[in-house]
């Protein structure tokens, strides 16, 4: 069973922006959610966290918690009680590159690491990821799917969905 439940939208893609949703139990007072500042294969440091916009969490009762940004890439969120966060976000992405996103009318190309928040404590949990992609549009990644729309992938934890980027386009 997937512990972190993923789901992407690409509806405002004239804006350059995919809209990720991420649900996850918790049973602690805090959650550090992070996003890296690395990707696989590359020996640079990234700022991948200044393309989230509007990160917002709330408790599975739809009440909003706090989340605060605590350094360049990682926040902290009060979970109040709640037994499961719902995180929202988009993240921008305008720039051609293996190693960032980039979301326009014809194409989306996903990088995990630039694209997935995760909480810190549930690094090594199964993931499911679903891709709700524009009408005629397909999916391409070596990540294990489901070939009918919305698309289902599955990752055993994050750095399983960090190797495999999703390249979404016109067929």
Not at 26 to 43: F, K, R
Not at 96 to 109: C, E, K, Y
Not at 114 to 135: G, K, N, Q
Request: proline residues 6%; glycine residues 4%.
């Amino acid at each position: 069973m997937s512990q972190l439940r993923y789901a992407i939208r690409l509806e405002a893609r004239d804006h350059h922006l995919a809209e990720i949703e991420l649900r996850f139990p918790v049973d602690t007072a805090t959650v550090e959610l992070a996003l890296p500042a690395w990707s696989p294969g590359s020996y640079l440091i990234r700022d991948y966290a200044r393309f989230v916009r509007d990160l917002v969490v709330f408790g599975e009762d739809g009440v909003p918690r706090t989340a605060t940004k605590r350094d360049k890439s990682t926040w902290s969120v009060d979970t109040r009680g709640a037994r499961e966060l719902h995180v929202r976000y988009a993240v921008y992405g305008h720039e051609l590159s293996v190693r960032t996103n980039h979301v326009d009318a014809d194409h989306a190309f996903l990088h995990g690491p630039a694209t997935s928040v995760y909480p810190i404590h549930l690094r090594a949990a199964p993931i499911e990821l679903e891709i709700a992609i524009p009408d005629g549009w397909t999916l391409t990644t070596a990540m294990a799917w489901a070939p009918t729309a919305p698309y289902r992938l599955a990752a055993a934890g994050i750095d399983e969905l960090y190797d495999h980027p999703c390249f979404v386009a016109r067929a």
